[in-house]
């Protein structure tokens, strides 16, 4: 594919990490066609360092406003540097929804989004951030069948219990793996 066959105009661009996105950008990054895509295992794994030296208390309670971007319509969606860390989608939605460090400490805490917003986090916002939501990223008709059967619902079960959850089956393209 050359420049001129690669149409590239319905694609949007994506900020990676977003750890001190001021809220007050948000608006004018969906004027731009921008979407973010939250390491908010930042929180898990440094928040008291950040809080207690790098950034202060002050900043580090503002940062990774993901319930804003969803208030904002950003399709944020929530990721891990792997291997550097676990590509756990447990764990990176448990951290959306408590905005907890590792020592319990809340972060933020007016940012915490519901289990249905981390579950579209990991999903279908991914799908569409990489422009293939008609493919992959919810379950219907047409699209491949790709999904992770659990041991429990996490819509239902307490955010703070998900790390019992345990995973049971996976499907590609609507078959079971072994």
Same mark, same amino acid.
């Given at each position: 594919?050359?420049?001129?066959?690669?149409?590239?105009?319905? /694609?949007?661009?994506?900020?990676?990490?977003?750890? !001190?996105? *001021?809220?007050?950008? %948000?608006?004018? +990054?969906?004027?731009?066609? #921008?979407?973010?895509?939250?390491?908010?295992?930042?929180?898990?794994?440094?928040?008291?360092?950040?809080?207690?030296?790098?950034?202060?208390?002050?900043?580090?309670?503002?940062?990774?406003?993901?319930?804003?971007?969803?208030?904002?319509?950003? /399709?944020?969606?929530?990721?891990?540097?792997?291997? !550097?860390? *676990?590509?756990?989608? %447990?764990?990176? +939605?448990?951290?959306?929804? #408590?905005?907890?460090?590792?020592?319990?400490?809340?972060?933020?805490?007016?940012?915490?989004?519901?289990?249905?917003?981390?579950?579209?986090?990991?999903?279908?916002?991914?799908?569409?951030?990489?422009?293939?939501?008609?493919?992959?990223?919810?379950?219907?008709?047409?699209?491949?069948?790709?999904?992770?059967?659990?041991?429990?619902?996490?819509?239902?079960?307490?955010?703070?219990?998900?790390?019992?959850?345990?995973?049971?089956?996976?499907?590609?393209?609507?078959?079971?793996?072994?």
């Amino acid at each position: 594919i050359n420049d001129a066959q690669l149409d590239l105009s319905n /694609r949007s661009h994506r900020l990676e990490h977003g750890v !001190m996105l *001021p809220k007050s950008s %948000l608006e004018n +990054m969906v004027d731009l066609n #921008l979407t973010v895509s939250y390491h908010i295992n930042h929180i898990l794994y440094y928040g008291d360092v950040l809080a207690d030296g790098l950034l202060g208390e002050a900043r580090a309670q503002q940062m990774l406003p993901v319930k804003s971007s969803f208030e904002a319509q950003l /399709r944020p969606t929530l990721h891990a540097d792997s291997p !550097m860390f *676990p590509a756990d989608a %447990l764990s990176l +939605m448990q951290t959306a929804v #408590l905005r907890q460090s590792s020592s319990g400490r809340e972060f933020g805490i007016e940012q915490a989004i519901t289990p249905q917003q981390a579950l579209e986090a990991i999903t279908i916002n991914g799908a569409y951030q990489l422009n293939i939501e008609n493919k992959i990223g919810s379950l219907k008709a047409g699209k491949r069948a790709h999904l992770r059967v659990l041991s429990e619902n996490p819509q239902t079960l307490p955010a703070d219990q998900w790390g019992s959850i345990e995973l049971e089956t996976v499907w590609v393209n609507g078959r079971l793996t072994e």
